[in-house]
């Protein structure tokens, strides 16, 4: 068979094995860490918090983290903090002379953009650990220690715990397989998948009004079908003809001819519209207790991703996060510049200011489409929810967890395929070549 025949190939390239046990190991680490209760806590008071984080935002926050969230762990706060770093730092280095200059500095301009992550990481940790004890103490009921060594303590060992996952994935991207930062995601994201199918399975098939098998036979189908839209939105490459130097941007060259494609994505923002738009939504938890908490108020339904008016406001901030994200990621006239500099053109555009209009022109025909993609994906969570699919089961249906798994798990395959090639061994798909969310083939 092909898959045991790949299997033993990945298995006979000795440096692809090793990376692929230390990934499993630190995996497995991680996911024990998960279930590590900070100490002076009572695992068994934590029902509150395990109710709480079932259903509505707080159920993501909990996902992210693979349940350590709602157990109260000493990996809690998981690495979201250092994503919620990074993203502020990688809108610094657009927008902020002084960044910007260090990225242009190579590998020592790296390294201290990495540091100020870092610095700017343990900030966020500093004041969501005190926020996030304080919530655990209302739903525990005082149920817990109330002294301020417990806080600070506490406080201590989520920040270490955070920055200890953070090590994780780092090491898991120098000497395991894939971009470490995301397999974490992407590992707590699936840590919750059997026990939410599960519990799907059991409610369709045994529940008076769950459905029945032919229900339960539907939900799987769809869902099949929106992991592969979301392949497609992942992969999704617009290639223009142009003739360009094939160095600049790994461009594909036809045998024979000089005809070369400049790739423009179709979502070039992959899922960051998703993760500032989910950041705005949030902003109603914190003026939620300071207005009314009527079931009816216009706030009350922005707080419930089941509602309509929270999908509609969800999904336009998506779009104009999306044009937003690509039009300071993308410069069309940089772009030309290179072109023209290296000695390139499109063909029937003058270079120069034309050429940029023309890429900024079909940039902005492509993130139209992509927007809109990319917001129904996020927004079918509340679609399933519509038809009975539980809220567990339902989050994989689509918004940022169901991207971020079909993107890590691409990137990840896209390394495996690079190293059985790299060996002369056939690789993972008999046509064709893996694409990764950079959409470059593995070769």
């Given at each position: 068979m092909k898959f045991v025949e790949t299997i033993k190939n990945i298995w006979d390239i000795k440096d692809l094995r090793t990376r692929i046990i230390i990934t499993i190991l630190f995996v497995l680490i991680y996911r024990f860490g998960s279930f590590i209760v900070l100490p002076g806590i009572n695992p068994e008071a934590l029902g509150a918090l395990h109710e709480s984080t079932q259903e509505g935002l707080m159920s993501l926050l909990d996902m992210f983290s693979g349940g350590a969230f709602s157990n109260a762990s000493i990996f809690a706060l998981g690495i979201m903090p250092y994503i919620s770093a990074s993203i502020v730092i990688q809108l610094l280095t657009i927008a902020v002379p002084a960044f910007q200059k260090m990225q242009r500095e190579g590998e020592s301009g790296r390294k201290k953009i990495t540091q100020y992550t870092r610095f700017l990481t343990v900030a966020i940790l500093l004041f969501q650990g005190p926020s996030y004890l304080i919530n655990l103490s209302v739903k525990m009921g005082g149920a817990m220690p109330d002294s301020v060594w417990f806080y600070l303590s506490s406080t201590i060992i989520l920040c270490a715990g955070s920055m200890f996952v953070m090590w994780l994935g780092e090491r898991i991207t120098d000497k395991g397989v894939g971009n470490g930062i995301s397999f974490i995601i992407l590992v707590g994201i699936i840590a919750r998948f059997p026990g939410a199918i599960t519990q799907e399975a059991l409610s369709c098939l045994f529940d008076k009004?769950?459905?029945?098998?032919?229900?339960?036979?539907?939900?799987?189908?769809?869902?099949?079908?929106?992991?592969?839209?979301?392949?497609?939105?992942?992969?999704?490459?617009?290639?223009?003809?142009?003739?360009?130097?094939?160095?600049?941007?790994?461009?594909?060259?036809?045998?024979?001819?000089?005809?070369?494609?400049?790739?423009?994505?179709?979502?070039?923002?992959?899922?960051?519209?998703?993760?500032?738009?989910?950041?705005?939504?949030?902003?109603?938890?914190?003026?939620?207790?300071?207005?009314?908490?009527?079931?009816?108020?216009?706030?009350?339904?922005?707080?419930?991703?089941?509602?309509?008016?929270?999908?509609?406001?969800?999904?336009?901030?998506?779009?104009?996060?999306?044009?937003?994200?690509?039009?300071?990621?993308?410069?069309?006239?940089?772009?030309?510049?290179?072109?023209?500099?290296?000695?390139?053109?499109?063909?029937?555009?003058?270079?120069?200011?034309?050429?940029?209009?023309?890429?900024?022109?079909?940039m902005s025909k492509l993130t139209l489409p992509g927007s809109v993609f990319l917001a129904v994906i996020a927004i079918l969570p509340a679609v399933a929810r519509f038809f009975d699919v539980s809220q567990q089961f339902a989050q994989f249906f689509g918004g940022t967890s169901l991207l971020i798994m079909v993107g890590v798990v691409l990137d990840t395959l896209q390394q495996v395929e690079g190293h059985l090639l790299s060996h002369r061994y056939d690789g993972l798909l008999k046509s064709g070549r893996i694409r990764g969310r950079s959409g470059v083939e593995a070769y």
């Open positions: 009004s769950g459905g029945g098998l032919i229900k339960f036979l539907l939900e799987i189908v769809f869902f099949l079908i929106v992991i592969g839209a979301s392949v497609l939105l992942v992969q999704g490459v617009r290639q223009i003809p142009v003739q360009y130097a094939k160095q600049m941007l790994g461009a594909k060259q036809e045998i024979g001819g000089a005809r070369q494609y400049l790739p423009l994505k179709v979502n070039a923002a992959n899922v960051m519209p998703i993760i500032f738009a989910q950041a705005i939504m949030f902003i109603p938890l914190v003026v939620a207790p300071f207005m009314s908490s009527s079931e009816d108020s216009i706030l009350s339904t922005l707080l419930n991703p089941d509602h309509w008016p929270y999908n509609v406001v969800f999904a336009l901030l998506i779009i104009l996060f999306t044009y937003f994200y690509t039009a300071i990621t993308i410069n069309p006239n940089q772009m030309a510049e290179d072109l023209k500099r290296n000695g390139g053109f499109v063909p029937g555009v003058k270079a120069g200011t034309e050429t940029a209009d023309y890429i900024d022109d079909i």
